[in-house]
């Protein structure tokens, strides 16, 4: 079964700073998704990656899928308040697009 | 463009009573996905359906579990005879039933917490 790790599991930023989330599949993925929770609630759709080297970019976020689509890293910019939560990467191992596998997540916080 | 609804928010059901879970999709999306989050732990893919259909149940408990999403009206998880151990925030996701990059991209409810006393 596809297993997701991601690092660091929590990350506290001064507000301004730059950072950097990794997600590593043990597998080849189809599709690597970001999402972020805020505690209690439920998930925002970040960004969806399918194409190996792919980048995309939203705001000040931007996510990478490597070439062999097996680790992708999300990069905030500039951090804010607003982008504290949980960051959870998820796969797509069988490129239906259809049963994600989760990694466990990367709690940050931004101090002011 | 409502998101993906999901009712009750909170439930509070004791042990042996049954549990019924409410999601309705996005506008336009007929594909609809649960997965549940259990304490301390991960988020775990349950069941993928399509109207009147279910797809894939892999991630179904074997006894007590079932879902639903008929051709009209909302998506149903519904939990028979609940533990403690059923006590999780669950989720419903939809996807667009357009093809293209679009379809494969999964948005989440709310969530629904589940309490089992």
């Known amino acids: 079964s596809q297993e997701l790790e991601q690092s660091p599991q929590s ?29 209690g609630e439920g998930l925002i759709f970040l960004m969806m990656l399918q194409k190996g080297g792919e980048e995309k970019s939203h705001e000040k976020i931007t996510a990478k899928l490597d070439e062999k689509k097996q680790q992708s890293s999300l990069h905030i910019t500039a951090s804010q308040p607003s982008h504290a939560g949980i960051y959870l990467c998820g796969a797509d191992g069988t490129g239906g697009g259809n049963k994600l596998t989760f990694g466990t997540g990367t709690q940050l916080k931004v101090e002011l | 463009n409502a998101g993906v609804m999901q009712n009750p928010r909170h439930l509070v059901r004791r042990r042996g009573q049954e549990a019924r879970l409410r999601c309705s999709p996005m506008k336009g999306h007929s594909h609809v996905y649960w997965y549940r989050q259990l304490p301390e732990e991960g988020l775990k893919f349950m069941v993928y359906l399509q109207k009147e259909n279910i797809i894939d149940e892999s991630g179904m408990p074997k006894e007590r579990f079932s879902a639903e999403f008929p051709k009209e009206g909302p998506s149903i998880l519904r939990i028979q005879q609940v533990v403690r151990g059923d006590s999780a925030a669950y989720f419903c996701a939809s996807s667009p039933t357009s093809g293209g990059e679009s379809s494969y991209e999964q948005y989440f409810g709310p969530g629904t917490r589940l309490t089992v006393t």
């Open chain 1, 11 to 39: 990350l506290i930023v001064q507000e301004g700073k730059n950072l950097t989330i990794n997600c590593t599949s043990s597998k080849t993925l189809y599709g690597l998704y970001w999402y972020k929770q805020k505690y």
